[in-house]
Every structure is written in C-alpha cells, then in structure tokens.
C-alpha cells in the first residue's frame, strides 16, 4: 500500500471518529448576506453590523484601500467604503475579510500551504465574477462570488484536519507530496460536505464536489465559470499548483461558455491584479 493511501486513511479515521474541530461560517458574514439578499439592502444596517466588529472594521477599510479597489482618496469609515464601493462589493469585501481567519495556521509548512490556497480562492472569485458580468449567464453576482471563493474549501479542511492530528502526534512527519496527494484525493467529497454543513444551497455543494469532475451538467453555468476561472489561476499559477501549458480556448469550459481568445486574456490580467488582495 502507497503512502498517500494510509496517510488518506488516516485522515478519514480523523474525520468519521468526530475528533476534527470543523470551520464554522462566520456569523457577522451571514448576517450581512442576509441584509444584501434583500431587495433593498439598508446601508445603515451593513454599517452597524461591521463597526460592531472592530476587526472586522479594521479588515473592511484596508481591503478597501488596496491598490484593487483604492480610489483618489483613502477612505476612513465604514460608511464611506460602503458609499464609494456599493452594497454589492461590500458584500464580497466582507466575505474576504471574515473568510481570511480560516486560512491561517500555526504550522509553519501548512500556513505556507494555507497562504497559497487563499490566494488561490481570492483569485477564483473574482474570476467568476468577472465571468458572470462579461456574458449573461443568469448568475448573480455574489453567487459567483461565494461559488469561486469556497469551489476548494475541501482543501482548507485536509489542511485543518491534518495541522489536528499532528498537534496530537508531535512526531509525525508529514511531506508536502503527501499533503497535497491528500488534499487532491479528498477535497471535492469533504468539500461538499463542509459546505452543505454550514446550510448552503446544495448549488455551492455541487461546484465543490463537481468542479474536477469528468462528466458535469453542461448547463450549469454557475459550475462552468467556477471551473473556468480555477483552471486560469492554475495557468497563470495562482494557488498550489501552475500549469503554463494550459491551452484555455481549447478546454470544455470556454466552448461552453462562448469564451474567445481575447476574453480569456483579458480574464488573464484581471486576475493577476488580485495578488494585492490576498497580501
């Protein structure tokens, strides 16, 4: 038997013994998802709920000062942010800002992992949803969000698992081969699980268990953009892995989603701009 499959053993031993300590949604983010699900979100709501959070006040305005969305002048309130950038990016701010806390680790070797991964994630949702306003897919906009940002949270918790048990057995040594043969193996299934553990729509279940399938539902779009935008962060090397020889106009996805040459360029550059977020 390999090593990666007793290490997979071992980690779901871990899972089905009910010892691993699951990430939990961030509750200050679901009430503000809430509030923007409305049909008219109130603005002093979002901002009573964020100033409440002195960090994530903090995390707010300096997401909103960065080079990604950074204006003339810096901003210095929650209301101001809210007023330049719209309800609809403070919704997707907000959700950077409570998601960043699960993506750091103790460890060193799985926080390097875990910095990667967010990049990865950061750059997958607003991948997305640069695919949801370039074409109407009939996607709403923080659905794509949410779909890209969470599509490998399966990922986040072979990592969370593993940092558990080898806070349990000091001596264990774990490589980043096997971390990463792990996380491949296993991510979609627990991914899946997570997500429909923190009540979300099976639709974002689906995008985590589906989004390496071999055999999709062609007309889920919301599925196609996911695994669109994650295959040009794999080309362009954002996240765990980089694949240059990735030819985009040739996959599935962009057939499907009537993407041409220049789109997938134009995607390319959108996407790098997204490194200042996750810094």
């Known amino acids: 038997m390999t090593a990666p499959v007793s290490l997979i053993e071992v980690i779901n031993r871990f899972i089905e013994s009910d010892a691993v300590s699951l990430p939990v949604f961030n509750s200050t983010s679901s009430r503000i998802q809430q509030e923007m699900a409305k049909s008219e979100p109130s603005i002093p709501i979002v901002e009573k709920i964020i100033t409440a959070d002195q960090a994530l006040a903090t995390q707010v305005l ?28 403070i919704g997707k701010v907000v959700l950077l800002a409570t998601s960043r806390q699960h993506f750091k680790s103790s460890d060193k070797s799985i926080n390097v992992l875990m910095k990667k991964l ?26 794509a969000f949410f779909g890209g940002l969470f599509h490998d949270v399966g990922k986040l918790l072979i990592l969370v698992i593993i940092e558990q ?14 971390l990463l043969e792990a996380m491949a193996r296993l991510h979609a299934r627990e991914g899946a699980k997570l997500l429909a553990q923190w009540n979300m ?15 999709i539902d062609e007309k889920n779009f919301l599925l196609l953009m996911v695994r669109m935008a994650n295959q040009v962060c794999h ?7 980089k694949d240059t020889s990735l030819v985009l106009p040739a996959t599935l996805e962009a057939d499907l989603l009537n993407l041409s040459e220049i789109d997938l360029a134009e995607l390319e550059i959108a996407l790098e701009d997204t490194a200042v977020l996750t810094s």
């Open 62 to 89: 300096k997401i909103a000062n960065s080079p990604f969305y950074r204006g003339l002048v810096e901003v210095g309130t929650v209301r101001a942010a809210i007023m330049r950038l719209g309800m609809e990016e």
């Open 118 to 143: 967010w990049q990865h994630a950061v750059g997958c949702a607003y991948g997305t949803v640069w695919l949801s306003r370039r074409y109407t897919y009939g996607i709403d906009q923080s659905q």
């Open 165 to 178: 048990i080898k806070r349990k057995n000091p001596t264990l040594k774990i490589t980043e081969a096997l």
């Open 201 to 215: 729509p099976e639709y974002f279940c689906v995008i985590a268990r589906d989004h390496h399938a071999e055999e």
């Open 235 to 241: 080309k362009l090397g954002i996240g765990l892995e």
